[in-house]
């Protein structure tokens, strides 16, 4: 069974950092494009980042470029986003997609 899940959200105050997690089974993810969305309450869903399965290669929405960074271990079938600078904004649901699945998300506070 094909499966995501997401980990490491959490309430946190301006400037902090979370490193959110996406554990995937079922499927290696070094053989897909893996990509980090957010969606804000009342907002559309939004593309924050990808890493491509073809050479590596990272893209960020402007918004987050220079503060969050997304990587992955593919010994352990994970995929990270690496949030630093956290600002209220960045408040959202955050998924991680690919190989045709979706996680089911974790909630992402910063709030002073």
């Known amino acids: 069974q094909v499966q995501l899940v997401e980990s490491g959200g959490g309430l946190v105050q301006p400037g902090d950092s979370l490193r959110l997690s996406c554990a995937a089974s079922?499927?290696?993810?070094?053989?897909?494009?893996i990509a980090w969305f957010r969606q804000a309450p009342g907002k559309e869903r939004e593309g924050v980042s990808c890493?491509?399965?073809?050479?590596?290669?990272?893209y960020y929405t402007d918004s987050v470029k220079g503060r969050f960074s997304i990587s992955v271990n593919n010994a352990k079938n994970t995929v990270y986003l690496q949030m630093n600078r956290l600002k209220p904004e960045d408040t959202a649901v955050y998924y991680c997609?690919?190989?045709?699945?979706w996680g089911q998300g974790t909630q992402v506070t910063i709030s002073s």
């Open positions: 997609s690919g190989g045709n699945s």
């Open positions: 079922g499927f290696t993810l070094e053989n897909y494009s």
């Open positions: 890493i491509s399965s073809d050479d590596g290669r990272t």
